[in-house]
């Protein structure tokens, strides 16, 4: 299993080649995969990979699902209602599962998750040699996966994409969200390390 700096370097290398033709689809979307407990060691190297893309002419852009999940709860007409819960209902698995449904629902409703990552791809359109770094993607758990947000967003990337993973690689093109996910297949993107 290679490290994230290692899996970088590939990333980088496929970068600068591109996608070409592939059978996964036309999109330029790249996973970049590692293990959950190297989360620290990701977020730790990031500046340093846009420091190395900058040294070759490159603009890394990013975009933090933690942000963004954080901006969409805040201006959520139930905001209140979610921080006004009893703390004692952390305890009680059915309130707990409502609770999450319902924020789930909030990222999900209108597609508004969806359309903040599009509105960000579209406003880097046309910016040659620049790549998205979609971050922090541990923030949809346990409301949704990153898949079903690939796929609604096919034929919308405007430049080469990178998520960073957290999970484990299961085969080729199998994935498993934080490594106690089900293995999903459903993935149209390149897979480097993990």
């Known amino acids: 299993m290679s490290s994230p700096s ?25 996973y ?17 990979w846009a420091a190395r893309l900058a040294k070759q002419g490159w603009i890394m852009e990013t975009m933090s699902m933690a942000d963004t999940v954080l901006d969409i709860f805040r201006s959520n007409e139930l905001r209140d209602v979610w921080l006004s819960s009893p703390a004692n209902a952390a305890c009680d698995r059915e309130a707990v599962a409502e609770i999450n449904k319902t924020l789930e629902d909030a990222l999900t409703a209108d597609d508004l998750l969806k359309r ?36 609604k967003l096919q034929g919308k990337f405007t430049v080469p994409t ?33």
């Open 6 to 30: 290692e899996s970088f370097d590939e990333l980088w290398q496929r970068l600068r080649a591109g996608r070409g033709l592939t059978n996964t689809g036309d999109d330029p979307v790249y």
């Open 116 to 151: 903040k990552i599009e509105a960000k791809l579209e406003s880097l359109r046309g910016r040659s040699q620049t790549v998205l770094f979609i971050t922090d993607l541990e923030a949809l758990h346990p409301y949704l996966r990153v898949g079903v947000l690939e796929q």
């Open 162 to 194: 990178v998520i960073l993973y957290p999970g484990i690689r299961d085969g080729k093109t199998t994935l498993r969200f934080l490594g106690f996910y089900p293995p999903d297949g459903n993935y149209r993107s390149v897979h480097i390390g993990g």
């Open 32 to 48: 970049l995969v590692f293990k959950p407990e190297q989360m620290l060691e990701v977020k730790r190297s990031q500046r340093q």
